[in-house]
Structure formats: C-alpha cells, structure tokens
C-alpha cells in the first residue's frame, strides 16, 4: 500500500531519519516500535504530510506521492489519530466529529439530523453510549480519546496510523478498538499502530517495524520474536532483570490514612469512599485502578489539591493532623507529587531547566532576599547528575528534551524539596523502555533512601516491576491489597473491574 | 553557533534599531526634535508611562491584564491633592488633620495600592477573569474618583509638591530620576528575587506553579496590587506636573501602557517578557507621540500611525517567536 524509500529527514542538521525503507502492505496491522526519539513521530508525520519536506520517496498505491498537507493526506486517504486530543471542548460530540467536514443540507445549512445518525452509529461501532449533544468537555479522558478514533473513522482512508490510541483509555474500551482494528483489517486496510505496550502489540500486529535512532533495526514478522526480543532490539541491549530487595522496607509508619472520603464536586455521591493504608518508610506501594477508579484523586487529596475531605484521618510521620490544605503545606511537610501530566502540571515548558527544577525550593536558594545564582546552579548541577539529565546546558528550556529527560525534571524538581513521601502518578506515561527502567531505578533509590512511596500505574508490568505492595481501586473504593509475590494480573484486574 | 547567537543578538537589538531609525526621520523632517528642551521634555511625559507600564508588565508576565491603572492613577491623584489642599476631616472628632507633601503623596500610594489589591483579591478568590475584574474596576475608581473630587479639579497644591513634576535634579527631571528608580527596582526584582521568578513560572503555567508549592494567590495578589501602586505613583507625576488634580486624568492611559508593553515583546500570554523591554517599549511610544505632533500630522492620523506601530512591533515579535520554535 505505501512503501518508502530512503527517506531521510534532518531538524538542524541532526538527522532525525535516516535512509528508512519500509513496506506497509495492505490488509495488515504493523506495530511501529522503538524508544523516545527513535524517529517514530518524525516517520509518522512524514506519512501523514505533516512534514512535506524530506529526501526521498514515498510511493503511496504504485505511484510516487508528495502531500502539501494533513488534509491531502487525509483526502488521499491516509489518516493519523494522534497521541493528543485535537478536540475543542465546547463544542459536542457531533460537532466534533464533523469539525471541518460538516454535511450540509442542499440549502447550505448545517444538516444536523444527518449528522446525528452518521455519528450514531460510528460510536455505535466503537461500542460508546454517549449523549451526542454533550459538550467534549464533560467527557472522560478515554471517552475523548474515542472521539478522536471516531473522527478518523469518518474519513474513509485506506491507511489508518494509530499514536499509543490506548494511553488514556480501559479495558473494555480497548476491546472496542480492538474490534475496530479487525474490521479494518478485513477491509483491506493498512493499520499503523504505535504503542508502548508490548501485550498490545504481540495481540494486534501482523508486522513489526523497529526503529532505533533513526533508522529500521528489522521489520519482519510478529509471530517470530518474543517480547524480549523486540525490546532488545529496540534499546541495542539487554535489560536486565531486576532482583527486588525489601530489607529497605521498615515497619516505621510514615503515612497513615483511615477511612478517607471525599464528596464529587459536582455530581451527588463519593470520589473516594472509605480509604484506609499505610505506608511504611523504604515501601513502594503501588495504587492500581481502572479509569475513574479515583487513584489520581486519591493522590491528589492527600497533597491539598482537592479540598477538605468530608472525613477521615490522617497522620504523617507519625504526628497526628488534619489533611493537607494546599500544596504549599504538603512540600513544607515532606510529601511531594509528582503529577501525572508533565507537561501540563509538572513543567514550565517556557524556562529552562535550571528554573524549572529549582522552582520548589526557591526559599532556601536565597540570600537575603536575593536569589542565590550559584547555590541554584550546584542544586541544579548536581540532580543533573543523579538523574542522569541528557541536557546541553541546564540553561536549555524543558520543552525541547524528550518525555524521559522532562519527567526527570519533574522528579528532581520534587526530590529537590526532600520528601519524606514521594507520589507518583503515571511516572513512565509515555516515555521509552529505556527512561522507564532508569525511572524505576530512580524510586527504588530512593525508597532505599528511606522515602515511602506511592506510585500509582494502569500498566500493571510496571507495578510489577517495582511495587513491594499493590491497592487495587475501583469506583473510590480500595478493593484489595495485594502483596506484590501474592498478586497475580488475574487476581488484581479482577479487584479492578465494577461489579457487573 | 556564533552565526546564531549574532543573529540573537541582532533581535534583541531590533527595537532599538528601530528607535534610532525613528529618531533619524523625526529628526529629518523637524528641527525642533533633537533640542535639549525637547528631548527632555519627551523624556518626562514618558516617565508617567513607564512607571504604570512597568506595573502593566508584571501583570502581563503573569498572565493577567490591568485596565484600571488610569483610573487608579487618577483616583491616587485626586486623593493626594486632596490630603494637601485640605488635609483630612476626622469623622467623629470634627478636626482637620493636615499632611506634610510626604504624606499626601504616601496616601496616594496607598490608595493605589488598595484599589490594586482589591483586584487581585477578586481575581483570585472569585476567580473572575482579570479583564472583566480589572474592568470593572476601571469604572469604579473613576467614580470614586468623580465623588471625590465632585468633579472639580483641585489644584494649589504647594511648591515643593509642584516642584516633583517640573523640577530637575542632577541635572535631569526629577519624574525621569523617579521612572528609572522604579525600572532598576523592577529589574531588578524580576531577575533576582524568589517573586519574580514565581510571576514568570505563574504566568507560563499557573497549575505547575502551584503544585510546585508556591502560593499563587498570594503572588498574584501582590501583583495586583503592585500595578495599583505604580498607576498612583503615575498619578502623582501628573497630579503634580500640572500642579492640579483633573478629576478626568489618565483616561486612556491602560491602552499606552499596554501597548509599551507589547511592543516591548512580553507576550500577552504570560510567562515571558522583560521589564525593559516595556521602557523601551514606552520611549518608541513616547517618541511617536513627539514626532507625530512636531511633523504636524493631524491627530487624527496620529491614533491610526500609533495602531499601525503596534501591530507591526507585534507581527515582527511573532514571526521571531515562531521561528525560534
């Protein structure tokens, strides 16, 4: 269907591409993978004429093509359902779907009816009831997320490029895609599927591409490799596998909640209900939950960003109080979130490193009064260090490094403040296999260190990987606790899913 | 490297280039431009500007927006004239309390600073939208202003408080020596101090600011009230240049100060921008205002070439912004 040929694509001089030749034959699902940086987006927007600019061919249908655009690409036929949601929130569902592509009545005016039933019925086939009025706004991530595939589907394309469509959504609605997927293939259509998830992948693909610093590794079949095959082609090594060590776990309580609740701020009924743990200093504890099953608002109770909760208690480091009122009094206390959206909560894409991870500790860089250049440019220096940072300067501003070296910012920027408990919610979304594993080290370090820590993760390997004990949420509500050896993805998916 | 770095340079360059250039054709075309009269002259009309711009420029980084400062200026002059023609009535005792031109002039501030902070308190506690907070407030410190004046122009105000806005030190008009003092403080505070940093991490994004522990409220807060400050000590300046409080002063001044701002190449989407890029910002204003008015173009044409400048040093600021991405 569209095959390319030495395509090469330079940003300033770094090449971002490489001589990449790749077929992508029809009626098949191709996994695209490799790590943060690979050239994965930069192939993908080449595809989908976001870039027009490149060296090289690409034949699309036996003929050389060139688009001027995402939208000639898209009219010929090639569409690409990107990782971020392009859905303007006050409009609703429908017009959201027919933005730009709107059917009209005969009269020229909008044909609303129409609409309507087209819209119907392709949500239908992603399996989502939805109130199509409803401005995007009120809609869960996952459900956006949905929309976004709707979208792509409205345009008959031949050829459907798919950016980690299942970063934001659940089980069920991943079963929906699934299905989706299937009937594309049989329809003789080239499927494009990018993800970090290696079940999903070995459950989709026909075909695997990998790509490593701008150029294919090996495109071949899915049936012939294992998951640690495709990962060690990915990263260029092997990883190897961690041995947990727990005698960095304590019996010294340093968070303690009991029976927390929280109301809905808008709905009638509870956020959280009813929450009670503890964690122990040098514990990770992992917090696993479907979306919407409150982990996100559990964290965020409990660094002040929520509210008073309409009850419960709450000890911290062994001292009896009442829950943190803003996040301000949590970092003075010692307990530090790391938020799940780094670039919407955890950065300032427009300062640099520097100001970035200095941010939280900016009272103790002062001199009287006056910021203290050099003590913030050690502080900086050396987490920059600890953290294994890939940055050209600490002047450099956050939004140019890759998703792995921006978490770490983040993580320093909270590690700067010395938390006697580290949250973290998502701490790997979105980034390569390799930044994940110095992630991981990175908590493990520092629970060693004493910290408790909570990690909240909808993967449930990475939980695996690191967790020494595992909450299982559902609905506001911890369903289970599992010892990490105890739990097995069976039993803890089941503590996840409502009741039927 | 070094070819990009020049071109930076270069850029950063751009708005005094085109202030050279400015002077250079004003220059051409009148005489009267490059005197020693003129040009100071110029240099004290823009002082006013400055010091609310500066304010303005604050406000902006953060994300916000102020049309009250005009008002305020004329609120905070009235109640400096005020306090020094007449002194102050204290309700329930029936006495005359009088102030020294210090203290007026300390009250006048301080009204400015209250009107500012009652703006930052209904930003950030009402979480009204700062341009329909600060607009209101526009129309309600000019009626304030008109209750307290009941619409007359006070004026008599004494010579060592005439003496602020007409009179020279060193050499120099003492309003110029008091916009610099504001521009080096300003500087200052935003390059070397924990709040200014925090009004550039709240402007670029407000929600990490805040789950990096800082006290956004309270940051924007004080910036409010800061800008209601520097509108007053502006109001003080004109108050006393014309030796007289005009119940009806800074009308308009918002949309100056804002445009110094603009030009000067802070985003008016927060998070980025430098203070003395609004001073420079204010001269070209103050410049075209002179040379407008000196080439004899109808005041009529002055508005639209004031417009023109504007969208222009916006454009350009732009397609700079653009390319560095």
């Given amino acids: 269907m569209v095959s390319l040929r030495n395509i090469t694509k330079q940003f300033n001089g770094v090449y971002a591409l490489r001589d990449v030749n790749i077929e992508f034959p029809p009626a098949k699902v191709i996994a695209l993978v490799g790590e943060n940086g690979a050239g994965k987006s930069t192939l993908m927007n080449i595809l989908s004429g976001v870039y027009p600019d490149y060296e090289g061919e690409l034949m699309y249908k036996g003929e050389v093509v060139q688009f001027q655009g995402p939208r000639d690409a898209q009219d010929r036929g090639i569409t690409i359902i990107h990782q971020?949601?392009?859905?303007?929130?006050?409009?609703?569902?429908?017009?959201?779907?027919?933005?730009?592509?709107?059917?009209?009545?005969?009269?020229?005016?909008?044909?609303?009816?129409?609409?309507?039933?087209?819209?119907?019925?392709?949500?239908?086939?992603?399996?989502?009831?939805?109130?199509?009025?409803?401005?995007?706004?009120?809609?869960?991530?996952?459900?956006?997320?949905?929309?976004?595939?709707?979208?792509?589907?409205?345009?008959?394309?031949?050829?459907?490029?798919?950016?980690?469509?299942?970063?934001?959504?659940?089980?069920?609605?991943?079963?929906a895609?699934?299905?989706?997927?299937?009937?594309?293939?049989?329809?003789?259509?080239?499927?494009?599927?990018?993800?970090?998830?290696?079940?999903?992948?070995?459950?989709?693909?026909?075909?695997?591409?990998?790509?490593?610093?701008?150029?294919?590794?090996?495109?071949?079949?899915?049936?012939?490799?294992?998951?640690?095959?495709?990962v060690n082609m990915m990263v260029g090594r092997a990883l190897a596998e961690r041995v947990k060590c727990q005698d960095r776990i304590t019996d010294a309580t340093v968070l303690h909640v009991n029976n927390l609740s929280l109301t809905h701020p808008v709905k009638e009924g509870l956020l959280l209900e009813n929450l009670s743990f503890d964690l122990c200093k040098g514990e990770i504890l992992g917090v696993f939950g479907l979306m919407g099953a409150g982990r996100t608002e559990l964290l965020e109770t409990l660094f002040g960003l929520r509210g008073k909760?309409?009850?419960?208690?709450?000890?911290?480091?062994?001292?009896?109080?009442?829950?943190?009122?803003?996040?301000?009094?949590?970092?003075?206390?010692?307990?530090?979130?790391?938020?799940?959206?780094?670039?919407?909560?955890?950065?300032?894409?427009?300062?640099?490193?520097?100001?970035?991870?200095?941010?939280?500790?900016?009272?103790?860089?002062?001199?009287?009064?006056?910021?203290?250049?050099?003590?913030?440019?050690?502080?900086?220096?050396?987490?920059?260090?600890?953290?294994?940072?890939?940055?050209?300067?600490?002047?450099?501003?956050?939004?140019?490094?890759?998703?792995?070296?921006?978490?770490?910012?983040?993580?320093?920027?909270?590690?700067?403040?010395?938390?006697?408990?580290?949250m973290l919610d998502e701490p790997t979304r979105g980034i390569d296999v390799y930044a994940k594993q110095e992630i991981y080290d990175l908590i493990r370090e520092q629970a060693a260190l004493g910290l408790g820590v909570m990690v909240v993760s909808s993967e449930l390997p990475e939980l695996f990987a690191i967790a020494d004990r595992i909450l299982v949420m559902c609905d506001g509500r911890i369903t289970k606790q599992f010892k990490t050896e105890e739990a097995t993805e069976e039993t803890i998916l089941q503590a996840a899913l409502p009741d039927q | 490297m070094s070819m990009t770095s020049y071109k930076k340079q270069l850029q950063q360059l751009q708005p005094l280039i085109a202030l050279f250039l400015l002077c250079l054709i004003i220059a051409i075309f009148s005489d009267r431009f490059m005197t020693v009269t003129n040009l100071w002259n110029v240099m004290r009309q823009i002082s006013v500007n400055i010091c609310i711009a500066v304010g303005m420029t604050l406000v902006i980084i953060s994300a916000g927006i102020d049309l009250s400062v005009g008002s305020v200026l004329a609120f905070a002059g009235a109640v400096t004239a005020s306090f020094l023609s007449m002194g102050m009535e204290l309700p329930f005792f029936g006495v005359y309390v009088g102030f020294t031109t210090l203290g007026a002039i300390l009250m006048g501030i301080t009204m400015g600073g209250v009107l500012g902070l009652v703006n930052g308190w209904v930003i950030t506690y009402f979480k009204v939208q700062p341009f329909v907070a600060t607009l209101a407030m526009l129309t309600i410190a000019r009626g304030l202003t008109m209750l307290w004046t009941?619409?007359?122009?006070?004026?008599?105000?004494?010579?060592?408080?005439?003496?602020?806005?007409?009179?020279?030190?060193?050499?120099?008009?003492?309003?110029?020596?008091?916009?610099?003092?504001?521009?080096?403080?300003?500087v200052f505070v935003m390059r070397k101090t924990r709040f200014g940093r925090y009004i550039y991490a709240i402007g670029g994004n407000e929600r990490a600011a805040r789950l990096s522990g800082i006290k956004v409220n309270q940051v924007k807060t004080l910036v409010y009230m800061l800008a209601g400050m520097l509108a007053a000590v502006g109001g003080i300046l004109v108050t006393s240049r014309l030796d007289s409080a005009q119940p009806n002063a800074g009308m308009g001044y918002e949309l100056d100060a804002i445009a110094a701002v603009v030009i000067g190449g802070t985003s008016l989407s927060g998070?980025?921008?430098?203070?003395?890029?609004?001073?420079?910002?204010?001269?070209?204003?103050g410049v075209l205002n002179n040379g407008l008015v000196l080439l004899g173009v109808s005041p009529f044409w002055q508005q639209v070439v004031k417009g023109m400048v504007i969208l222009i040093a916006v454009i350009i600021d732009r397609s700079q912004h653009k390319e560095k991405k």
Avoid at chain 1, 106 to 126: C, I, Q, Y
Avoid at chain 1, 138 to 163: F, H, N, T, W, Y
Wanted: aromatic content about 6%; charged content about 20%; some cysteine.
């Fill in chain 2, 271 to 285: 998070g980025r921008g430098l203070i003395m890029g609004t001073v420079l910002g204010a001269v070209i204003i």
């Fill in chain 1, 309 to 422: 909760p309409s009850s419960g208690s709450f000890s911290f480091d062994e001292q009896d109080m009442a829950f943190f009122t803003s996040p301000n009094q949590a970092l003075r206390y010692g307990l530090a979130l790391v938020p799940e959206d780094r670039k919407g909560d955890g950065l300032v894409l427009g300062m640099n490193v520097r100001a970035n991870l200095s941010l939280s500790v900016l009272s103790s860089l002062e001199n009287l009064g006056v910021l203290a250049d050099v003590q913030e440019k050690e502080l900086c220096q050396q987490y920059v260090e600890r953290l294994r940072i890939k940055t050209a300067t600490d002047q450099q501003y956050v939004g140019n490094l890759s998703g792995g070296n921006q978490q770490k910012v983040v993580l320093a920027k909270y590690l700067a403040t010395k938390p006697k408990v580290l």
């Fill in chain 1, 177 to 230: 895609l699934y299905d989706i997927i299937a009937d594309l293939k049989a329809s003789g259509k080239t499927v494009v599927y990018i993800s970090h998830k290696m079940k999903e992948l070995f459950t989709l693909a026909d075909e695997y591409v990998v790509l490593r610093d701008g150029q294919v590794v090996k495109q071949g079949v899915m049936a012939e490799v294992d998951e640690q095959q495709l």
């Fill in chain 2, 150 to 186: 009941q619409g007359y122009p006070i004026s008599s105000l004494g010579a060592p408080f005439a003496h602020l806005g007409t009179g020279w030190f060193l050499g120099v008009p003492i309003p110029v020596w008091i916009a610099a003092i504001v521009t080096v403080l300003a």
């Fill in chain 1, 84 to 175: 971020e949601l392009n859905l303007i929130p006050y409009l609703s569902v429908v017009e959201n779907i027919f933005l730009g592509r709107e059917l009209m009545t005969p009269w020229g005016a909008l044909d609303t009816p129409k609409m309507k039933n087209v819209a119907k019925e392709l949500l239908s086939r992603l399996k989502l009831a939805l109130d199509l009025d409803a401005p995007v706004s009120q809609l869960k991530v996952g459900e956006c997320q949905l929309i976004e595939i709707a979208k792509a589907l409205l345009v008959e394309s031949d050829v459907v490029i798919m950016d980690e469509p299942t970063s934001a959504i659940s089980e069920s609605e991943v079963c």
